[in-house]
Antibody
């Protein structure tokens, strides 16, 4: 079974940094597309970042220059390094996979999410 | 990167059919058929229910169907059931090689 488990969330002051992790099982993160998606409290989903199987990355304009997506193939883990955090980054952060069941075009497996709170 | 536009809420009685729309620009939809839909139950992670406009993943009820005309995609739920009460989000791959979600629609079963 495909599973994704996020960790690394917590409370952080504005301007601080945090690194989220997403461990995959039942598949290889290096062979599929891996996304980060966030959801502020009581609000809708916002796409954040993607790392393609070839290693290329893309980020939403709202986080470009502050967030970096990466992966460790040996640990089958995807990371989201979040720098210069703002109150508006407060959200549940989900890791999601784009894999063969959806032709890599959609997010066919999701983790349970990890909560990031940015506040002074 | 503005969100795709969805109605805030749609409701229907059990057994009825409802449709949720998802509107954007030509840049939002990129010219590829990479439109997907997600169901999110309260307190849960989203679940993929439609990909590439019309395709259902294995295990998803055939009461869910998708379509697209111009710059508007649609999700139809037929034979509405109480268990369908949830938030629904569309998503599309864009010309900027990024993805964008819709604003979300709360479906209520009366």
């Amino acid at each position: 079974d495909v599973q994704l488990v996020e960790s690394g969330g917590g409370w952080i002051q504005p301007g601080g940094s945090l690194r989220l992790s997403c461990v995959g099982s039942g598949f290889s993160v290096s062979g599929d597309y891996m996304h980060w998606v966030r959801q502020p409290p009581g609000k809708g989903l916002e796409w954040v970042s993607i790392i393609y199987s070839g290693g290329a990355t893309r980020h939403a304009d709202s986080v470009k220059g502050r967030f970096i997506i990466s992966r460790d193939n040996s640990e089958n883990t995807v990371f989201l390094q979040m720098n210069n955090l703002r109150a508006g980054d407060t959200a549940v952060y989900y890791c999601a996979r784009g894999g063969p069941p959806s032709g890599y075009t959609a997010m066919d497996a999701w983790g349970q999410g990890t909560t990031v709170t940015v506040s002074s | 990167q503005s969100a795709l536009t969805q109605p805030a809420s749609v409701s229907g009685s059990p057994g009825q059919s409802i449709t949720v729309s998802c509107s954007g620009t030509s840049s939002d939809f990129s010219g590829y058929n990479y439109v997907s839909w997600y169901q999110q139950l309260p307190g849960k992670a989203p679940k993929l229910i439609i990909y590439e406009i019309t395709n259902r993943p294995s295990g998803v009820s055939n009461r869910f169907s998708g379509s697209k005309s111009g710059n508007t995609a649609s999700l139809t739920i037929s034979g509405l059931q109480a268990e369908d009460e949830a938030d629904y989000y569309c998503n599309s791959y864009t010309t900027s090689d990024t993805y964008v979600f819709g604003t979300g629609t709360r479906v209520t079963v009366l």
